[in-house]
């Protein structure tokens, strides 16, 4: 009885084998016939090593087509640790070529890890160094196609570009601003490897192709950055300010036409340098008080409310105005006496801007400082930027309007004011400034999306506007801005010098110079501002420092432009003592007897009776009171 239910006992479990065993048979079979392509993507996944493939970034272009920033193809190394049959001896040689630490390269390349990246090390290597390695033909080392970030121009337009990380990604500029526009999707080399590491020969390779990133035209005109940037250099070469920054907009449509930010960084090497320095974009990021160049707002505001008519009618400027008990004195002592409220802007008189501010009233004059955009960003496509301080009108006292009516007791930034300068001249519209004129196709360059001028509003009239293009050429023949008039363009502008607060109390010593202009003034078609953060080594005004270097690049950028000299401009006033400034002549080829020029000091070097070169050159703009000339001599004949 017990040996029967033994042996039944024993069948049943035999035949419950038998049947799961069948089961497990008929799934496997199932799952062969009818899951085969699943089973064999599952099982190739897990054979699969990837080998990122990374593609190349778009392009970053000028307006004309000149590349500021675009990637280089290159090499990086990459390692499968399990395929390495000497990881010392491979660190060696990897360490030889690398110019690297072994102890470092050998840590990396023995982790028990399927794939492994080599850097920094072996990311972006020379093409020699990749050439080396590919004749050595290390096991499990490897090489994949990667691209390198390359700003060709350095430190040019360094604040504006920005820069890319390790991973090319954006971190910074308009490469951080239009990163996934820029950004290209990587490819991959897929190479089958056996849990040992071991190539399957079973299955093949696949590649798959890395993309191209869309290019970024920009509204920047080299030629016009090119000018801007040289003599923004040679004002922080002479006068080494704390830092200096310029800004130059199409008034008429909002474009940026040239944006310099000093000190600078090359994007190459931003490592090199300070984050105040890479992540400062001054002309959208500063915001300090304007000081005088705010005044061209106020009396467009005065005119638009008809407040005066600036020819005819006066105002008398005896040295200062009492305001909330404070007095606000005149920059000149004893004051301007009897004026027009033209010579009131042209001579700058904070007393006379008061009285305008009285005029006005402050729910009007804090309506137009709205309007005009301060206390807001601009909008423009570029991080970073600030909106300045503006006092909440509940906030504003008798002092508080007046002083802010000339350009004290608010902060803004330099697009803020050329965004309003612009509104000021072009008619009176106010417009956002943008620095993208298009994105672009990699491969045809065809525009995929253009950016259009976007207009914000109305601010003042055409008719104030034609009042306050004249009114600010007449600044620059007749006032403080007479340092950049220049002949046969008519250049309208206004200067300012504005102290610096520090602790809470303005500096005596340290200000920020400014010169705030446009051309030509009756047709404009370029704005542009220059400042500079306490300059050293000269008598410190925004006429005597700023506005020559305007004027140098108006010289230039004019031309260029195809803007023709005028026939007529309002003559340029001299007042006792100022007398015309002496333009040196050309002497070169001439003998030494015939050089001579009045108001001239020559300084002969050289042996010879031929003059060979000049310094300065022919053309030079020498102050009135003279100065000097080095004429070299040869006997050559000059070239």
């Not at 798959?208 to 040289?230: C, F, K, W, Y």
């Not at 007449?474 to 010098?497: F, H, L, M, R």
């Amino acid at each position: 009885m017990i040996r029967g239910k033994v042996k039944t006992r024993i069948s049943t479990i035999f035949l419950c084998c038998i049947l799961i065993f069948c089961c497990i048979l008929g799934k496997l079979g199932y799952e062969q016939i009818f899951h085969h392509t699943d089973i064999m993507e599952k099982a190739l996944s897990l054979w699969e090593r990837d080998f990122t493939v990374a593609g190349l970034r778009g392009s970053i272009l000028d307006k004309n087509g000149n590349v500021l920033a675009h990637d280089i193809p290159s090499t990086s190394v990459m390692v499968v640790p399990a395929q390495i049959q000497d990881a010392d001896k491979t660190a060696q040689q990897l360490a030889d070529v690398l110019q690297a630490d072994k102890k470092k390269i050998l840590s990396t390349i023995t982790k028990h890890v399927s794939t492994q990246k080599l850097q920094p090390e072996g990311r972006l290597i020379s093409d020699d160094k990749a050439r080396k390695l590919e004749a050595m033909d290390l096991p499990g080392v490897y090489l994949v196609q990667d691209s390198l970030r390359n700003y060709p121009n350095n430190n040019y337009l360094a604040q504006v570009l920005g820069f890319t990380g390790i991973d090319n990604q954006g971190l910074a500029g308009l490469e951080l601003q239009y990163s996934d526009i820029l950004s290209a999707k990587s490819g991959a080399l897929n190479i089958p490897f056996d849990a040992k590491g071991h190539n399957v020969e079973l299955y093949k390779e696949s590649y798959e192709a890395p993309g191209r990133g869309m290019d970024v035209q920009l509204t920047i005109d080299s030629n016009i950055q090119d000018i801007v940037e040289r003599e923004l250099n040679n004002l922080v070469k002479r006068y080494k300010p704390k830092s200096a920054l310029a800004l130059a907009m199409n008034p008429n449509t909002g474009e940026i036409l040239a944006m310099v930010s000093k000190p600078d960084f090359d994007p190459n090497h931003y490592k090199d340098y300070s984050s105040d320095v890479y992540n400062r974009n001054l002309p959208i990021w500063k915001s300090y008080e304007p000081g005088s160049t705010f005044k061209s707002v106020t009396f467009a505001s005065a005119l638009e409310l008809k407040l005066f008519d600036m020819f005819k009618d006066t105002y008398y400027d005896r040295g200062y105005e009492m305001v909330g008990g404070a007095r606000i004195k005149s920059w000149k002592a004893g004051g301007h006496g009897q004026q027009t409220f033209l010579q009131v802007l042209e001579n700058s008189s904070n007393p006379g801007f008061v009285e305008i501010s009285r005029r006005m009233g402050l729910d009007n004059e804090y309506d137009f400082v709205k309007k005009f955009g301060f206390g807001e960003k601009t909008g423009i496509d570029l991080p970073g930027e600030s909106k300045g301080i503006m006092f909440k009108k509940s906030a504003m006292g008798e002092l508080e309007q007046a002083t802010v009516a000339f350009g004290q007791g608010l902060s803004v930034t330099p697009i803020q004011l050329v965004t309003a300068f612009s509104a000021i001249i072009n008619g009176g519209t106010l417009y956002t400034p943008y620095i993208t004129k298009s994105i672009n196709d990699p491969i045809t360059h065809d525009a995929i999306l253009e950016y259009k001028p976007t207009a914000k509003r109305k601010v003042i009239s055409e008719d104030t506007s034609k009042k306050m293009r004249y009114a600010l050429e007449s600044v620059v023949a007749n006032g403080g801005g007479k340092p950049a008039y220049t002949e046969g363009y008519k250049i309208g502008g206004k200067t300012g010098t504005a102290q610096i607060a520090e602790n809470g109390v303005y500096s005596t010593s340290n200000y920020i110079l400014s010169f705030l202009s446009a051309a030509p003034i009756d047709d404009p078609q370029i704005v542009l501002y220059i400042a500079a953060d306490s300059p050293q080594n000269d008598v410190l005004y925004g006429g005597t420092v700023i506005a020559p270097v305007a004027k140098a690049c108006y010289e230039d950028i004019l031309p260029y432009l195809g803007v023709k000299k005028a026939e007529e401009q309002i003559p340029k006033k001299l007042v006792w003592p100022e007398t015309e400034n002496i333009k040196v002549q050309d002497f070169r080829g001439k003998k030494k007897k015939d050089v001579a020029q009045e108001g001239v000091t020559f300084t002969f070097i050289g042996s010879g009776d031929t003059v060979m070169e000049q310094m300065p050159e022919a053309g030079t703009t020498l102050s009135a009171e003279g100065g000097e000339v080095w004429i070299y001599l040869g006997n050559d004949k000059v070239k």
